[in-house]
């Protein structure tokens, strides 16, 4: 049997239900096909991609096929060892079984979704890892999405699109499927072997946000609105556990983004394992001026400044060009409330020197990696304001132009020399505003993916994967979001396959119906 089932009472079966369309999901979704189960995905958005279409696309992982063909010695106790150090700069718990979960299985994570036909740029680096283990998805993240449904479908998945998860089913203390909502009817989607609940993180849910995260911001504005905290609450209605994270201040799931960019030819061409192996060719040989354009040009996401930004001097300033808090403190806070929630990063010609090269990069970027202020000119032209002087500049952006110029030249009465803003000519890239991105608040599971509940026992049948099975684990910096989503998902399946508490022939004893 390759996709579900249906019974005599109209009821959908498979030995594994997945519940998430987006890496995790998909990730799990496609593992547990190829160890021989029939699967039914369910999907609440029209079509599947999650999050995971929404990013940026890095996947960190240390050990695997690509560092050593480019002579780099990296262990996962490494990888490890740097993400303890993350959280403990930042003054957050973590949990370290799941970490070591991850960084010891994501490099095998990397050849399964080569397997399927992605492609990465990789290793790269990235502070303040002490190794190159960045792998840059070529050319976005929507060959995640394009080549993993691909396969999917190929393997005779079902996938079930505008069907949000409604309720978990169970029997004697044992999850036996979910119900979803279809065409305004309810259906029971029956797993033999078990659920995975891979329905993302609570971003979208301001009152879990405010329930579980240390504070909230609540002008933030969900990247991917479909993350309400689905497999979360109703996990906990039949007893699990939600990894609360009372040490995490939203600005660790709100960041600064600049708007996505507008639709473009580019991104009506499929990321077809043939083409992304041309695009990683051509940024190996071709002149980087002439490919980082073009590479730039099939962004899909959200771009967003790289902390060094402001470390290094440029400055933040609203609509009307006024500086409204200090940009390494509460920045995050403080633009919401701005007018239009918007914000424009101003700094002048050293600056712009400095960050036309490595190590010195504007953000993270598919295809090109890190995309440095030429990268923003030529590929974000609707981003990129440069003018002679500071008014000229306040005319670009619609700000006043004597608030412009009052707010650095307060900003310049404290600074070192290097970084004053007084070297013309002046620069500003925007609108910024502030997206939730990733609410680090799961259901609490063990190294097999099982959801536990309140006592820490297992709850039979079910498992959680991504954003929604983070389990307390503290995903610091970037490349492990995704990392994590696609390996958890990958485990979660294998862990359904050597499950021996499956009962043949359960979801078929189960007395619910099949559409209420």
Known sequence: MTAGQVDKGGRLTADVVVVGGGGAGMAAALRSRQLGLSVILVEKAQQVGGTTGLSVGTIMAAGGHHQKSSQIHDTPERHAADLAGIAQGMNLGD???????????????????????????????????KADRLHQVMPTSRAYVYLLERELRRLGVQILTSAPMRRILSEGGRVVGVEVEMAGRRQAVLAVRGVVLASGDIGGDRQMMRTHMKTAIDAAV?????????????????GAKIASRPDMPAELACHIRFPRPGPSWLHKIPPHPFVTRMMVNAYRVLPQALIRPFLMGFLTTTLGPDRGVFEQGAIVVNQRGERF?????????????????????IFDEKFACKFSQWPHFISTAPGVAFAFLQDYRRGRPDLFFQEQSLAALADRIGADRGALERSVDRANADRA?????????????GPLQLW?????????????????????????GLYA????????????????????????????????????????????????????
């Open 95 to 129: 949990n370290p079984e799941i970490r070591k979960l991850l960084t010891e299985n994501v490099a095998d994570t990397v050849s399964f979704l080569e397997a399927a036909g992605v492609r990465f740029l990789a290793p790269l680096p990235q502070p303040p890892h």
């Open 436 to 460: 939730v991105m990733v609410a680090q608040v799961g259901l609490t599971v063990d190294s097999q993916l099982r959801v536990l509940d309140e006592g820490n026992q297992a709850i039979p």
């Open 465 to 516: 994967a991504g954003g929604a099975g983070q389990g307390g684990f503290t995903i610091s910096g970037h490349g492990h979001g995704l990392g994590w989503a696609f390996t958890s998902g990958r485990l979660a399946a294998e862990s359904v396959a050597k499950s021996t508490s499956a009962r043949q022939g359960a979801a078929a004893s189960v007395n619910i119906p099949s559409i209420q």
């Open 222 to 238: 969900p990247y991917n609105p479909a993350n309400t905290g689905d497999g979360q609450r109703l996990a906990a209605e039949i």
């Open 325 to 345: 808090s200090d940009e390494l403190k509460d920045l995050n806070y403080l633009l919401p409330d701005q007018p239009e929630g918007k914000g424009y990063i």
């Open 417 to 429: 020399a290097d970084k004053k803003i007084e070297q013309g000519p002046f620069y500003a890239l």
